[in-house]
């Protein structure tokens, strides 16, 4: 399958709420303070009040639902939302866990990724679905972002 | 990003049911009547049963929404999901993509509860076939 690169994002979280057991497994919510985009086509910053809602399934997978708002360096918004899932060996996500480096090809961490815009500079992104792999960090995950040709 | 194929599934449908102009849009809903997949780590047929769910948008691209049950040859039940865009319009050629996800309870299948997809689709003259590949 042909993807080129998007963009890669940081986005720093923080307070992450811990809902805890839940139905389908154990919900925390990670608001999202901040973060910033670039790639070819687009680059700009995350706006506080996006959050990743995770959820921890009984088989070990951290579903990842992510919505944030971007703003463009040329004043656009976007609406992102991503559906994602994050698993590995226990050593390595009990690494996540106490927020040490861990090298990102050591664990699964990918997300689907749709986007929404008013701005015709930006409308492409209407017409597109994305992949990303993640890269998480102690003080929050870095995207690289592809779009899928 | 890295991908290999899981499996090309092939579908069949019923006569579309025109729901008509909605506020998202023109809704279209297929039903699925059976259809087949086939892939290096399993294959089977389509259960008659599901739906794609279509809307058609103002800006002439197509979103997607199917659910529709799977069964192995032998004998796995795999719930299937996918959203996706076609956009007939795209420069060069039609762009017809879908972001598949599985949930299954068959332990020689739950791979698949924790990978995610990509499908790429076309019409063909027995219906829609996508071509899914693995997101590694």
């Known amino acids: ?149 | 990003m890295r991908s290999r194929p899981l499996m090309t599934l092939r579908l069949s449908t019923a006569p579309v049911q025109n729901i008509g102009v909605v506020p998202h849009g023109t809704r279209l809903t297929f039903p699925i009547t059976g259809g087949s997949f086939d892939g290096d780590r399993l294959r089977g047929k389509v259960l008659a049963g599901g739906d794609d769910w279509v809307v058609k948008r103002a800006d002439g691209v197509v979103e997607l929404d199917l659910r529709i049950t799977l069964e192995t040859d032998d004998g796995a039940l795999i719930h299937m999901t996918f959203e996706g865009i076609r956009n007939d319009g795209a420069p060069g050629a039609p762009y017809f993509r879908t972001l598949p996800r599985f949930e299954t309870a068959d332990a020689k299948y739950s791979f698949l509860n924790r990978l995610l997809a990509v499908g790429t689709g076309a019409i063909s003259e027995g219906g829609p076939v996508h071509v899914i590949e693995e997101i590694l």
Do not use: C
């Not at chain 1, 687009?42 to 944030?68: A, H, I, M, N, Q």
């Open chain 1, 1 to 149: 399958m042909d993807s080129r690169l998007l963009m890669t994002m940081q986005v720093a979280v923080v307070f992450p709420k811990k809902i805890g057991a839940v139905p389908h497994g154990t919900r925390v919510t990670a608001p999202i303070a901040s973060g910033h985009f670039e790639g070819p086509r687009l680059r700009g910053k995350v706006l506080p009040g996006g959050g990743d809602w995770t959820l921890l399934r009984g088989d070990g997978v951290l579903e990842l639902d992510l919505r944030v708002t971007l703003e463009t360096d040329d004043g656009a918004l976007i609406h992102m939302a991503s559906f994602g899932l994050r698993h590995g060996p226990p050593e390595v996500i009990a690494a996540l866990a106490r927020g040490e480096s861990v090298d990102p090809s050591t664990y699964y961490f990918r997300t689907t990724v749709r986007f929404e815009t008013g701005h015709a500079n930006y409308a492409f992104l209407n017409r597109l679905v994305a992949v990303s792999s993640g890269d998480r960090r102690a003080t929050g995950p870095i995207y690289t972002i592809d779009e899928i040709l």
